[in-house]
C-alpha cells in the first residue's frame, strides 16, 4: 500500500502484518469450531466485534453551513446518505454484556458516487456505492502500532493447556506488561469504563482511535456523540445500576428504537465530527495511542446521523446484520487511514471476511 505524506513503514511490518491475517483467519475457524459444540447451528462470526446488538437504518446529512476547508466529494453541503448501523461488542465471541469489554458502532453510507479503496483492490468484497466508517467506544487506541499490536496478540493466543504452557503463557503477559505498562493498562481501562459508564448504545460516544487523512493535507479521527442525551443518565448513576441481563444493550437498543413507546419525531440523533490534528506530524499518523489534546487541535461537526424508531429484529434484517462487511478502508482515496495498525486491518479484515463467507457459505 503507497504510503501518504504523513506515514512512515515500520521494520518488519509486512512480515508481522501477514501473521496478524493468518491469525485473525485463523481465530474465526477456532471460534466457530468452539462454539459449534455448544449450538451446532452456530454460523461464524467476526474475529473481533461478534456480538451485535443490533443493525439499524439511519439517514446520514452533512450539514448545509459546512465550511469550505471541510467540505470533500463525500462531504458535501446538504447531502443525505441511507445508512446502515451496527452497534457491537468488541470481543471475537459473543459474550454477556456484563464482561470486560469495549463497544463498537460501525457505519455503512449507500449512494456515494465515488469507487472506494476497498472497491478497487478487492472488488467482490464490497458493493458499489458504499463508504464506512469503524469507531469504539474509547478515544485511543491501546497499542501504539503493528509491533505493539503482534506483542500482545503473541500473549493473548498464547496456549495454555497445560502446566509448561501455563508458565510461558504468563512469562509472556509478564514481558509485555514489563515492555508495554501504559498500552496495557489502557486496555484494561477501555473495558472497565465501558462496562461501567455505557448502558444504553444510543447513548455512548464512539472514536475512530485511529487517525485517517481527511483531504489533501488534515490528519483527523472521527468522533460520533449523541446529539440528544436522551436516555443518557449522569455518570455516577451508571456506576451504581448494575445490569442484570446479559444483554442489556441489545434491550436498551430495542426499547429506544420502539415506535410504540416513543412519540413521533422522538427520533435518535447522533453528531458527527473530526478532531483535526493541528500540524500533524508521522508520529501522529502512525501512533495510535497518542492522546490529541494540544490547544491548537480542533473539533469540527460535519453532519448528522439520523436514527427513526425501528424494529430491527427480523429475522432477514439479522441475518444480513451478521454476514454484513464493514472495513475501514472501504473509503474513498481522501479519508484514507493512516498508519502501521490501519495498514494491517486492510489484511486482517479481508482475510477474516473471506474464511467467515466460505464457512457461512454465503457469497461475497
Not at 453510507?109 to 472497491?119: E, K, Q, S, Y
Request: charged share 25%; glycine share 4%; hydrophobic share 40%.
Amino acid at each position: 500500500m503507497p504510503l501518504s505524506q504523513f506515514e512512515r513503514a515500520a521494520p518488519g511490518e509486512a512480515t508481522m502484518i501477514e501473521r496478524m491475517a493468518r491469525r485473525a483467519a485463523a481465530a474465526v475457524v477456532t471460534n466457530y469450531c468452539a462454539m459449534k459444540v455448544a449450538a451446532p447451528a452456530v454460523h461464524a462470526m467476526r474475529d473481533q466485534h461478534a456480538k451485535s446488538h443490533g443493525c439499524v437504518r439511519a439517514e446520514f446529512v452533512v450539514r448545509d453551513d459546512l465550511p469550505p476547508e471541510f467540505t470533500t466529494s463525500l462531504f458535501r453541503p446538504g447531502v443525505r446518505y441511507p445508512t446502515l448501523v451496527r452497534f457491537s461488542n468488541g470481543d471475537g465471541r459473543p459474550r454477556s454484556d456484563r464482561k470486560l469489554d469495549g463497544r463498537g458502532m460501525s457505519i455503512k453510507l449507500r449512494g456515494v458516487d465515488t469507487a472506494t479503496f476497498l472497491r478497487a483492490l478487492a472488488p467482490d468484497r464490497t458493493g458499489a456505492g458504499e463508504h464506512d466508517f469503524v469507531l469504539g467506544s474509547f478515544p485511543v487506541f491501546f497499542c501504539k502500532d503493528v509491533s505493539d499490536y503482534s506483542e500482545f496478540m503473541e500473549a493473548v493466543d498464547a496456549p495454555h493447556t497445560s502446566w509448561p504452557e501455563w508458565l510461558s503463557f504468563i512469562a509472556r503477559w509478564f514481558v509485555f506488561i514489563v515492555r508495554h505498562p501504559r498500552q496495557f493498562f489502557t486496555f484494561l481501562r477501555i473495558g472497565l469504563e465501558s462496562l461501567a459508564t455505557i448502558r444504553d448504545p444510543l447513548a455512548a460516544t464512539y472514536h475512530s482511535m485511529s487517525p485517517y487523512l481527511f483531504g489533501e493535507d488534515k490528519v483527523v479521527r472521527y468522533v460520533v456523540s449523541p446529539a440528544r442525551r436522551r436516555h443518557q443518565p449522569a455518570r455516577w448513576q451508571s456506576l451504581l445500576d448494575l445490569p442484570r441481563s446479559d444483554n442489556f444493550l441489545r434491550d436498551a437498543l430495542v426499547s429506544g428504537l420502539d415506535p410504540a413507546t416513543h412519540p413521533s419525531g422522538d427520533d435518535v440523533a447522533f453528531d458527527f465530527s473530526i478532531r483535526v490534528r493541528h500540524s500533524a506530524t508521522p508520529g501522529d499518523a502512525e501512533d495510535a495511542s497518542r492522546w490529541w489534546t494540544a490547544p491548537r487541535d480542533q473539533t469540527v461537526q460535519l453532519g448528522r446521523i439520523e436514527i427513526p424508531m425501528q424494529d430491527f429484529l427480523a429475522p432477514d434484517q439479522l441475518f444480513d446484520c451478521e454476514h454484513m462487511m464493514f472495513n475501514p478502508w472501504n473509503c474513498l482515496p481522501q479519508h484514507r487511514p493512516l498508519g502501521s495498525l490501519n495498514r494491517m486491518r486492510l489484511a486482517v479484515y479481508l482475510a477474516a471476511l473471506q474464511v467467515r463467507h466460505k464457512l457461512n457459505r454465503v457469497a461475497s
